[in-house]
């Protein structure tokens, strides 16, 4: 029970200091969640209620199948954005059809991070490299942000990408509402103050360098209530600023998604993208909180428990959800010991869903859009740019690609390329393998570089250390690099590989090996084999490889070389002969 409910493992040891430090947290990470929880379903183009629907079973959910300790699940900037993206095409924001998607669409994405938990699909997450997911998250930030200045200067706008955005803001800009601006101005300006200068005014009161930084952590809640107030005194809402409006009191009806929606079809591949990229974050965040405690998570458990909390929130009338950055970090700061930190949460948000619904009335949407546009420019990060180019240029031109492709054309052909250049990437990567040329350092039985050591080789033999596992992809790259070498060297006799770094020989590469092994002897040369790892020893012993080897396969490279030379000193033989003169075996060596 306890690889498939975590729960059943911490537990076991909960005891009232825990009890207290995961209560502080739960409510911390409330008093911060509800208006994020506002803001992303307004993001969403969904009603305000169902962010905090949204916010309830599935932090429950993970819970009870999580394996982070503190990471605290639900609606995001990023799936957010893709949630209004994936459904705005099939019906209007706002609409009891697009209400119903955006609930299809969390069902679909948990059932698909549920699948890939059950066949241990964890591993899949490797395969977006980091680059290319800050390129798309930067880029997403980017848009979020210019998706919400319609309400600070309310007006109308749409569009899917930054160019349409700038387009149909720009038409619009001799309409802006001066009374939203006068709202949302001095609301956004302090919302960037919050972030940077309450803490040290609050620390010079005499507050603790910790609780200086969690009541720092309210103020977007000071934001709420200040420009709620001052909505209703001033009845903003008849001068045209638009407000949430009633907002249903109570906990949401438990009920399936109509599975029979015809939306699906449409739904499934950004359902996909999705769970992928959500996947993703949350498993980068909890194992940085988990690596700060000496503590691990199970990513393939993480799909589990993120599906679970996908399906919770479509149950509970949610939309898609993930683990969220900027409140993981809040509940871990806040001292949250166990997932129950998170369960404290969903209760704070469900009694805020029964007692304090009514007074989001006057709650002015320009509040909310500034809370958006202050937490996700803190996603933006454009060094990256410059850290790939310093690093590495394949990265850089993968990061940008993203990058741009996102801005241009939206969130979800940004994913899809970017699922798509990590692939590319690490497949170019793997298919050109580092071939380098080895020699003996003077006085040691080391073989290094010789384009960076001064090293001993010899004009009749050529020691070649092969970087990567040889397979399908990198086959032919290996045989015709091997060629080249050759021509230049009309003097060699003898190839060694050296196998230090090849983990797998798939049958495609065998048959090259044969092949290579073939062209040598036919040429007067020797293939030899060093330092082959078990498992490649293994699978070629199932084959007529090592029996039609021209050379032998040695124990190290410079047991290799040596007798390489003690039979070039003895001169040449009828057949190839060992160190000690005896016929060559092709046994496995000595480990």
């Not at 038409?171 to 940077?196: D, E, H, K, Y």
């Not at 692939?423 to 580092?434: A, D, N, V």
């Not at 770094?501 to 290579?516: C, G, R």
Request: hydrophobic share 50%; charged share 15%.
């Amino acid at each position: 029970m306890k690889k498939f409910m975590p729960i059943f493992g911490w537990a076991r040891g909960y005891d009232r200091r825990v009890f207290a430090s995961d209560l502080l947290a739960g409510i911390v990470v409330t008093i911060m969640l509800i208006p994020q929880s506002l803001a992303y379903a307004l993001l969403a183009g969904l009603p305000p209620e169902m962010g905090l629907y949204a916010s309830i079973l599935p932090l429950v959910a993970y819970a009870l199948f999580g394996t982070s300790r503190t990471l605290s699940v639900g609606p995001v900037a990023v799936a957010s954005l893709m949630t209004a993206s994936a459904i705005g095409r099939i019906a209007e924001p706002g609409s009891l059809g697009y209400i119903e998607a955006a609930t299809l669409l969390a069902l679909m994405s948990g059932l698909f991070l549920l699948v890939m938990g059950i066949l241990r699909m964890g591993f899949l997450a490797n395969f977006l490299s980091h680059p290319v997911i800050a390129g798309f998250i930067t880029a997403s930030g980017i848009i979020i942000a210019f998706s919400q200045l319609k309400h600070l200067l309310g007006v109308s706008a749409s569009g899917e990408n930054l160019l349409h955005l700038i387009a149909s803001l720009g038409g619009q800009l001799n309409t802006a509402n001066p009374s939203t601006l006068m709202i949302a101005l001095p609301t956004l300006v302090f919302l960037f103050w919050v972030r940077s200068g309450l803490k040290p005014l609050l620390v010079r009161t005499g507050l603790s360098d910790h609780a200086a930084g969690m009541l720092s952590k309210t103020g977007p809640v000071l934001g709420v209530i200040a420009t709620s107030a001052f909505a209703f005194s001033f009845d903003l809402g008849a001068k045209g600023v638009a407000l949430v409006g009633q907002v249903p009191v109570g906990l949401p009806t438990l009920a399936l998604p109509a599975l029979a929606h015809p939306a699906w079809k449409e739904l499934w591949i950004a359902a996909i993208f999705i769970s992928i990229i959500g996947f993703v974050e949350s498993v980068s965040v909890g194992h940085t909180l988990a690596a700060k405690r000496r503590q691990k998570i199970l990513p393939d458990q993480e799909l589990i428990g993120l599906g679970a909390a996908n399906i919770s929130s479509a149950v509970s009338g949610g939309y898609p959800v993930t683990g969220g950055f900027a409140r993981s970090m809040v509940n871990f700061d806040a001292g949250a010991v166990t997932p129950a930190a998170g369960i404290f949460t969903a209760a704070g948000i469900a009694a805020a869903a029964v007692f304090f619904t009514p007074y989001l009335a006057y709650l002015p949407q320009a509040t909310l859009a500034a809370t958006i546009i202050v937490a996700v420019l803190s996603l933006v990060d454009f060094s990256i740019l410059k850290k790939t180019w310093q690093y590495a240029r394949s990265d850089f031109v993968a990061v940008a690609a993203t990058l741009a492709i996102t801005l241009m054309f939206g969130v979800e052909t940004g994913v899809a390329c970017g699922v798509l250049t990590s692939l590319g990437l690490h497949l170019y990567k793997t298919s050109r393998p580092h071939l380098a040329i080895v020699g003996e350092v003077p006085g040691t039985e080391h073989f290094r570089n010789i384009k960076r050591h001064q090293v001993i080789t010899y004009d009749d033999i050529l020691s070649l250390r092969v970087d990567e596992s040889l397979y399908f992809a990198n086959a032919s790259y290996f045989e015709d690099s091997l060629y080249s070498l050759l021509e230049t060297r009309p003097d060699v006799k003898h190839v060694v590989l050296l196998c230090t770094a090849v983990n797998e020989i798939d049958l495609s590469a065998l048959e090259v090996l044969e092949s290579i092994n073939a062209r040598l002897r036919e040429s007067g040369m020797q293939l030899h084999l060093s330092e082959v790892k078990g498992p490649v020893m293994d699978m070629l012993e199932k084959t007529h490889f090592l029996a039609q080897l021209g050379g032998q396969v040695f124990l190290s490279q410079h047991q290799a070389i040596e007798s390489i030379r003690a039979m070039a000193e003895r001169g040449p033989r009828n057949a190839p002969q060992t160190i000690d003169g005896s016929a060559p075996s092709h046994t496995r060596p000595v480990k």
